[in-house]
Nanobody, 121 residues
């Protein structure tokens, strides 16, 4: 079993910054890909940022030039640096992680419960 824990959310004014983290633990040997998905009432879930185990990144147009995703492989942690935050960024940010169990033969995909980001006008 693999568990994910997100942290770093909070309440900030428009234009402020937050750094989210997603840490994996359990019977994993390698993380292949991590994505961040904001979830807000009345809105469709959207992948805003992703990073592979090799360090390749991609971003949704809505967050390009504002958000930066990075990783610390030794700690099984991925960060999402969010700058120039806007009220429309308000959501529960959940991370999804894919990788290998310790047998190196079985892939897993799991979600964290999310961390709340609230941006005031």
């Amino acid at each position: 079993q693999v568990q994910l824990v997100e942290s770093g959310g909070g309440l900030v004014q428009a234009g402020g910054s937050l750094r989210l983290s997603c840490t994996a633990s359990g019977s994993l040997a390698r993380i292949n890909r991590v994505g961040w998905y904001p979830q807000a009432p009345g809105k469709q879930r959207e992948l805003v940022a992703a990073i592979t185990g090799g360090g390749s990144t991609n971003y949704a147009d809505s967050v390009k030039e504002r958000f930066t995703i990075s990783r610390d492989n030794a700690q099984n942690t991925v960060y999402l640096q969010m700058n120039s935050l806007k009220p429309e960024d308000t959501a529960v940010y959940c991370c999804n992680t894919e990788g290998y169990y310790t047998d190196y033969a079985t892939l897993f995909s799991t979600w964290g419960q999310g961390t709340q980001v609230t941006v005031s006008s």
